[in-house]
């Protein structure tokens, strides 16, 4: 058995791979959330897209016990929703909302030479503020959203239509970069 020693780095008693799974899944969790990493966690950004589903689907995880924690609790299915949803936009730092709003500003232009410029600016436009409210609404447009219950009498699919959407969300980009 090992002595201890009190000058010893804790995070040298860590022994995390500096390559391989688990550093390329460090490196997606920095990239597409706003989650830290336990000190002593080596990032690699090599091959993190492939990646990104499974961060979705730990995700949607954490929003699912989140919204089934609150739903518990008896707090009405419009607050924990907008709750759920605005712990949803702060986890991923925006990242989505952000690329759907220049997308939507760039396409609203009509000249091909000035839409990279339109989409680089830090400034929003119409079209990126109409993207926002309709990615914000479809996450949860209200008492047909992801979030709804079968108990709540309305046929609703739980927590499973949020687990699709964080997860296929970060498929469809591999389908369209990877062919």
Not at 150 to 176: C, E, M, Q, V
């Amino acid at each position: 058995m090992a002595e201890f020693d009190p000058n010893r780095d804790p995070a040298s008693l860590v022994n995390v791979p500096r390559s391989g799974f688990l550093a390329r899944l460090a490196g997606a969790i920095l990239f597409y959330t706003r989650l830290p990493l336990p000190s002593g966690w080596q990032p690699s950004w090599e091959g993190i897209a492939a990646l990104a589903p499974l961060v979705g689907l730990g995700l949607a995880t954490m929003l699912a016990l989140v919204d089934g924690g609150l739903d518990y609790g008896g707090m009405p299915r419009g607050i924990r929703s907008a709750l759920v949803v605005g712990l949803w936009v702060w986890l991923t730092g925006g990242l989505h909302l952000d690329g759907a709003m220049d997308t939507a500003d760039g396409l609203a232009v009509n000249d091909p030479d000035r839409r990279l410029v339109v989409m680089a600016d830090s400034r929003v436009g119409a079209f990126g503020v109409l993207a926002a409210i309709a990615s914000i609404g479809a996450k949860d447009p209200g008492p047909g959203g992801p979030h709804r219950r079968a108990r709540d009498g309305d046929g609703g699919g739980g927590n499973l239509g949020s687990l699709g959407a964080t997860t296929g969300d970060r498929w469809l980009p591999l389908f369209t970069f990877c062919g």
